[in-house]
Protein backbone atom coordinates (compact mmCIF):
# COMPACT_ATOMS: atom_id res chain seq x y z
CA UNK A 1 0.00 0.00 0.00
CA UNK A 2 2.50 2.23 0.82
CA UNK A 3 4.98 2.07 -2.19
CA UNK A 4 1.78 2.25 -4.16
CA UNK A 5 0.69 5.67 -2.76
CA UNK A 6 4.63 6.83 -3.30
CA UNK A 7 4.97 5.68 -6.54
CA UNK A 8 1.66 6.88 -7.72
CA UNK A 9 3.18 10.39 -5.68
CA UNK A 10 6.00 10.42 -8.12
CA UNK A 11 4.06 9.92 -10.75
CA UNK A 12 0.97 11.80 -10.64
CA UNK A 13 1.81 14.68 -8.17
CA UNK A 14 5.69 15.29 -8.61
CA UNK A 15 5.40 16.33 -12.40
CA UNK A 16 2.43 18.50 -10.83
CA UNK A 17 4.27 20.23 -8.69
CA UNK A 18 7.46 21.85 -10.44
CA UNK A 19 5.28 24.53 -12.51
CA UNK A 20 3.63 25.00 -8.96
CA UNK A 21 6.98 25.10 -7.30
CA UNK A 22 8.12 27.23 -9.83
CA UNK A 23 5.05 29.75 -9.76
CA UNK A 24 5.84 30.10 -6.01
CA UNK A 25 9.32 31.10 -6.38
CA UNK A 26 8.66 33.74 -9.36
CA UNK A 27 5.80 34.98 -7.05
CA UNK A 28 8.59 34.88 -4.15
CA UNK A 29 11.96 36.57 -5.58
CA UNK A 30 10.29 37.95 -9.08
CA UNK A 31 6.52 39.19 -7.51
CA UNK A 32 5.58 37.18 -10.76
CA UNK A 33 2.46 39.61 -12.22
CA UNK A 34 -0.14 36.79 -12.51
CA UNK A 35 -3.10 39.23 -14.50
CA UNK A 36 -2.11 38.75 -17.80
CA UNK A 37 -1.53 35.32 -17.05
CA UNK A 38 -5.07 35.01 -15.93
CA UNK A 39 -5.93 36.99 -18.93
CA UNK A 40 -4.57 34.35 -20.86
CA UNK A 41 -5.77 31.64 -19.01
CA UNK A 42 -9.47 32.38 -18.71
CA UNK A 43 -9.80 34.05 -22.36
CA UNK A 44 -7.41 31.30 -24.21
CA UNK A 45 -5.95 28.43 -22.63
CA UNK A 46 -9.14 27.52 -20.64
CA UNK A 47 -11.45 27.47 -23.89
CA UNK A 48 -8.88 25.94 -25.56
CA UNK A 49 -8.83 22.52 -23.91
CA UNK A 50 -12.50 22.63 -23.28
CA UNK A 51 -13.14 23.08 -27.17
CA UNK A 52 -9.99 20.29 -27.97
CA UNK A 53 -11.33 18.46 -24.79
CA UNK A 54 -14.98 17.97 -26.50
CA UNK A 55 -14.57 17.99 -29.92
CA UNK A 56 -12.92 14.41 -29.26
CA UNK A 57 -14.32 13.40 -25.77
CA UNK A 58 -15.84 9.94 -25.61
CA UNK A 59 -18.86 10.68 -23.91
CA UNK A 60 -21.89 9.64 -23.63
CA UNK A 61 -25.43 11.12 -22.85
CA UNK A 62 -25.12 9.14 -19.67
CA UNK A 63 -21.81 10.44 -18.48
CA UNK A 64 -23.50 13.88 -18.78
CA UNK A 65 -26.32 13.62 -17.26
CA UNK A 66 -24.36 11.42 -14.09
CA UNK A 67 -22.11 13.90 -13.88
CA UNK A 68 -24.60 16.90 -13.48
CA UNK A 69 -27.27 14.90 -10.84
CA UNK A 70 -23.83 13.93 -9.27
CA UNK A 71 -22.33 18.20 -9.23
CA UNK A 72 -25.62 19.21 -8.44
CA UNK A 73 -26.27 16.78 -5.35
CA UNK A 74 -22.77 17.24 -3.64
CA UNK A 75 -23.53 20.85 -3.94
CA UNK A 76 -26.64 20.95 -1.76
CA UNK A 77 -25.57 18.37 0.37
CA UNK A 78 -22.24 20.21 1.32
CA UNK A 79 -23.95 23.43 1.52
CA UNK A 80 -26.47 21.95 3.68
CA UNK A 81 -23.58 20.34 6.16
CA UNK A 82 -21.96 23.53 6.26
CA UNK A 83 -24.75 25.62 7.19
CA UNK A 84 -25.77 23.07 9.43
CA UNK A 85 -21.96 23.50 10.89
CA UNK A 86 -21.61 26.92 11.20
CA UNK A 87 -25.48 27.03 13.25
CA UNK A 88 -24.43 24.64 15.70
CA UNK A 89 -21.05 26.26 16.17
CA UNK A 90 -22.65 29.66 16.45
CA UNK A 91 -20.40 30.91 13.73
CA UNK A 92 -21.03 34.81 12.47
CA UNK A 93 -23.08 35.21 9.41
CA UNK A 94 -19.57 35.86 7.58
CA UNK A 95 -17.78 33.11 8.70
CA UNK A 96 -20.81 30.94 7.43
CA UNK A 97 -20.50 32.14 3.65
CA UNK A 98 -16.82 31.65 3.86
CA UNK A 99 -17.44 28.29 5.30
CA UNK A 100 -19.78 27.69 2.61
CA UNK A 101 -17.29 28.54 0.54
CA UNK A 102 -14.60 26.46 1.56
CA UNK A 103 -16.81 22.91 1.77
CA UNK A 104 -18.57 23.80 -1.81
CA UNK A 105 -15.88 24.71 -4.19
CA UNK A 106 -12.81 22.50 -5.68
CA UNK A 107 -10.14 23.58 -7.51
CA UNK A 108 -11.23 21.14 -10.31
CA UNK A 109 -10.41 23.59 -13.03
CA UNK A 110 -6.23 24.66 -12.56
CA UNK A 111 -5.32 21.78 -10.43
CA UNK A 112 -8.19 19.23 -11.17
CA UNK A 113 -7.75 18.87 -14.93
CA UNK A 114 -3.94 18.38 -15.26
CA UNK A 115 -4.08 15.85 -12.24
CA UNK A 116 -6.96 13.78 -13.87
CA UNK A 117 -4.86 13.76 -17.40
CA UNK A 118 -1.54 12.45 -14.78
CA UNK A 119 -3.65 9.88 -13.24
CA UNK A 120 -6.66 8.58 -15.54
CA UNK A 121 -5.18 9.70 -18.87
CA UNK A 122 -7.21 11.10 -21.71
CA UNK A 123 -10.23 9.13 -20.79
CA UNK A 124 -10.07 10.73 -17.71
CA UNK A 125 -9.97 14.16 -18.78
CA UNK A 126 -12.88 13.36 -21.51
CA UNK A 127 -14.83 12.71 -18.37
CA UNK A 128 -13.79 15.84 -16.09
CA UNK A 129 -14.56 18.03 -19.19
CA UNK A 130 -18.47 18.00 -18.27
CA UNK A 131 -18.08 18.51 -15.10
CA UNK A 132 -15.61 21.44 -14.74
CA UNK A 133 -17.79 23.35 -17.15
CA UNK A 134 -20.69 22.80 -15.06
CA UNK A 135 -18.72 24.05 -12.21
CA UNK A 136 -17.48 27.00 -14.01
CA UNK A 137 -21.52 28.15 -13.76
CA UNK A 138 -21.99 27.42 -10.50
CA UNK A 139 -19.01 29.19 -9.03
CA UNK A 140 -20.26 31.99 -11.17
CA UNK A 141 -23.73 31.90 -9.99
CA UNK A 142 -24.14 30.59 -6.64
CA UNK A 143 -20.91 31.52 -5.69
CA UNK A 144 -21.83 34.53 -5.80
CA UNK A 145 -25.38 33.68 -3.76
CA UNK A 146 -23.54 32.05 -1.09
CA UNK A 147 -20.88 35.39 -0.98
CA UNK A 148 -23.18 37.55 -0.47
CA UNK A 149 -27.11 36.68 -0.79
CA UNK A 150 -27.88 40.37 -0.10
CA UNK A 151 -25.63 41.37 -2.84
CA UNK A 152 -27.18 38.67 -5.11
CA UNK A 153 -28.41 39.42 -8.82
CA UNK A 154 -29.65 37.29 -11.07
CA UNK A 155 -29.29 39.27 -14.05
CA UNK A 156 -25.54 39.89 -12.75
CA UNK A 157 -24.64 36.06 -12.08
CA UNK A 158 -26.48 35.01 -15.65
CA UNK A 159 -23.98 37.75 -17.27
CA UNK A 160 -20.80 36.59 -15.51
CA UNK A 161 -21.43 33.10 -16.48
CA UNK A 162 -21.91 34.35 -20.18
CA UNK A 163 -18.79 36.50 -20.10
CA UNK A 164 -16.72 32.95 -19.57
CA UNK A 165 -15.46 32.18 -23.06
CA UNK A 166 -15.12 28.26 -22.24
CA UNK A 167 -19.24 28.33 -21.93
CA UNK A 168 -18.88 29.27 -26.22
CA UNK A 169 -16.23 26.92 -26.27
CA UNK A 170 -18.07 23.90 -25.14
CA UNK A 171 -21.31 25.52 -26.91
CA UNK A 172 -19.21 25.36 -30.00
CA UNK A 173 -17.97 22.20 -29.64
CA UNK A 174 -21.43 20.43 -28.94
CA UNK A 175 -22.95 22.21 -32.46
CA UNK A 176 -20.02 20.72 -33.88
CA UNK A 177 -20.36 17.37 -32.93
CA UNK A 178 -24.49 17.33 -33.16
CA UNK A 179 -23.91 18.32 -36.97
CA UNK A 180 -21.39 16.11 -37.81
CA UNK A 181 -19.07 18.98 -38.65
CA UNK A 182 -14.97 19.23 -38.60
CA UNK A 183 -12.80 22.13 -37.72
CA UNK A 184 -10.52 23.14 -40.38
CA UNK A 185 -7.10 20.57 -39.75
CA UNK A 186 -5.03 23.39 -39.61
CA UNK A 187 -7.27 25.23 -36.84
CA UNK A 188 -7.94 22.32 -34.88
CA UNK A 189 -4.08 21.44 -34.50
CA UNK A 190 -3.41 25.27 -33.30
CA UNK A 191 -6.41 24.73 -30.90
CA UNK A 192 -4.82 21.39 -29.94
CA UNK A 193 -1.13 23.00 -29.41
CA UNK A 194 -3.17 25.45 -27.34
CA UNK A 195 -4.71 23.33 -25.19
CA UNK A 196 -0.92 21.56 -24.41
CA UNK A 197 0.09 24.60 -22.96
CA UNK A 198 -2.95 24.69 -20.24
CA UNK A 199 -1.07 22.43 -17.91
CA UNK A 200 2.03 23.95 -16.76
CA UNK A 201 0.78 27.90 -17.21
CA UNK A 202 -2.46 27.17 -14.95
CA UNK A 203 -0.11 25.33 -12.54
CA UNK A 204 2.67 28.00 -12.11
CA UNK A 205 -0.30 30.83 -11.61
CA UNK A 206 -1.51 28.04 -8.95
CA UNK A 207 1.82 28.05 -7.38
CA UNK A 208 2.02 31.86 -7.69
CA UNK A 209 -1.24 32.30 -5.77
CA UNK A 210 -0.98 30.21 -3.12
CA UNK A 211 2.48 32.21 -2.54
CA UNK A 212 0.47 35.28 -2.52
CA UNK A 213 -2.29 33.74 -0.38
CA UNK A 214 0.05 32.37 2.46
CA UNK A 215 1.39 36.22 2.81
CA UNK A 216 -1.37 37.44 3.24
CA UNK A 217 -1.68 39.58 7.14
CA UNK A 218 -4.04 37.51 9.24
CA UNK A 219 -6.40 38.95 11.56
CA UNK A 220 -7.67 37.55 14.93
CA UNK A 221 -10.25 34.86 14.38
CA UNK A 222 -11.38 31.72 16.65
CA UNK A 223 -9.27 28.88 15.08
CA UNK A 224 -12.30 27.07 14.90
CA UNK A 225 -13.75 28.27 11.47
CA UNK A 226 -10.18 27.39 10.07
CA UNK A 227 -10.69 23.38 11.59
CA UNK A 228 -14.36 23.01 10.11
CA UNK A 229 -13.69 24.25 7.11
CA UNK A 230 -10.30 22.18 6.89
CA UNK A 231 -12.44 19.22 8.09
CA UNK A 232 -15.49 20.31 5.88
CA UNK A 233 -12.87 20.19 2.53
CA UNK A 234 -10.54 17.58 3.57
CA UNK A 235 -12.60 14.64 5.34
CA UNK A 236 -15.96 15.39 4.97
CA UNK A 237 -15.93 16.74 1.04
CA UNK A 238 -14.69 13.25 -0.40
CA UNK A 239 -16.43 10.83 2.31
CA UNK A 240 -19.84 12.83 1.06
CA UNK A 241 -19.17 12.25 -2.39
CA UNK A 242 -18.23 8.57 -2.15
CA UNK A 243 -22.14 8.36 -0.48
CA UNK A 244 -23.41 10.42 -3.39
CA UNK A 245 -21.77 8.50 -6.26
CA UNK A 246 -22.87 5.02 -4.52
CA UNK A 247 -26.57 6.26 -4.83
CA UNK A 248 -26.19 7.51 -7.96
CA UNK A 249 -24.70 4.53 -9.24
CA UNK A 250 -21.83 5.88 -10.70
CA UNK A 251 -19.13 3.11 -11.58
CA UNK A 252 -15.74 2.76 -13.41
CA UNK A 253 -13.26 5.62 -14.79
CA UNK A 254 -16.46 8.36 -14.40
CA UNK A 255 -16.71 7.63 -10.46
CA UNK A 256 -12.92 7.57 -10.00
CA UNK A 257 -12.80 11.32 -11.60
CA UNK A 258 -15.60 12.42 -9.95
CA UNK A 259 -14.62 11.11 -6.14
CA UNK A 260 -10.78 13.18 -7.55
CA UNK A 261 -12.41 16.28 -8.83
CA UNK A 262 -14.83 16.71 -5.46
CA UNK A 263 -11.85 16.10 -3.20
CA UNK A 264 -9.43 18.81 -5.04
CA UNK A 265 -8.60 21.37 -2.24
CA UNK A 266 -10.47 24.45 -1.60
CA UNK A 267 -11.02 26.73 -5.27
CA UNK A 268 -8.47 29.42 -5.41
CA UNK A 269 -11.24 32.11 -6.55
CA UNK A 270 -13.26 31.28 -3.66
CA UNK A 271 -10.64 34.09 -2.30
CA UNK A 272 -11.69 36.45 -4.36
CA UNK A 273 -15.36 36.32 -3.99
CA UNK A 274 -14.97 36.08 0.06
CA UNK A 275 -12.59 39.14 -0.37
CA UNK A 276 -15.44 41.03 -2.49
CA UNK A 277 -18.11 40.70 -0.42
CA UNK A 278 -16.55 39.95 3.10
CA UNK A 279 -16.61 36.51 4.01
CA UNK A 280 -14.16 35.70 6.08
CA UNK A 281 -11.67 36.33 3.45
CA UNK A 282 -8.47 35.34 6.00
CA UNK A 283 -10.04 32.22 6.90
CA UNK A 284 -11.01 31.24 3.28
CA UNK A 285 -7.66 32.38 1.85
CA UNK A 286 -5.56 29.96 4.99
CA UNK A 287 -7.91 27.36 4.00
CA UNK A 288 -6.76 27.43 0.37
CA UNK A 289 -3.23 27.25 1.43
CA UNK A 290 -3.19 24.55 3.91
CA UNK A 291 -5.92 22.14 1.75
CA UNK A 292 -3.63 22.35 -1.24
CA UNK A 293 -0.79 21.29 0.55
CA UNK A 294 -1.76 18.74 2.29
CA UNK A 295 -3.25 17.46 -1.03
CA UNK A 296 -0.11 16.39 -2.16
CA UNK A 297 -0.09 13.73 0.19
CA UNK A 298 -3.59 12.99 0.37
CA UNK A 299 -4.54 12.71 -3.08
CA UNK A 300 -2.23 9.94 -4.05
CA UNK A 301 -3.73 7.57 -1.45
CA UNK A 302 -7.25 8.80 -2.55
CA UNK A 303 -6.23 7.51 -6.08
CA UNK A 304 -4.73 4.78 -4.85
CA UNK A 305 -8.07 3.95 -2.66
CA UNK A 306 -10.33 3.61 -5.56
CA UNK A 307 -7.70 2.25 -8.62
Known sequence: MIQTVLSTLLEVIVPLSIPVISGALLERFKRLDTKPLLTLYLYFLSPAIILDTLLHAEISFDDIYLTLA????????????AAAMGRVLKFS???RAGLTL???FTNSVNYGLPLVLLAFGQAGLDKASVYVIGQMIIVNTIGIYFAARSH???????????????IYAAILAMLIRAFHLHLPAEVEKGVTMAAGAYSPVVLAIL???????????????????FWTG??????AGPLLALVILALLGITGTLHSV????????VAVNGV????????????????ILWTTLSSFLVLPMLIVAIA
Open 207 to 225: GAQMMKVGMLPGVKRERSV
Open 230 to 235: IAMRVL
Open 258 to 265: LFILASMP
Open 272 to 287: VLAERYGASPSVVSRC
Open 152 to 166: FSVKNAVKSVFSLPA
Open 93 to 95: SQD
Open 70 to 81: FSLSNLLVLWGA
Open 102 to 104: VST
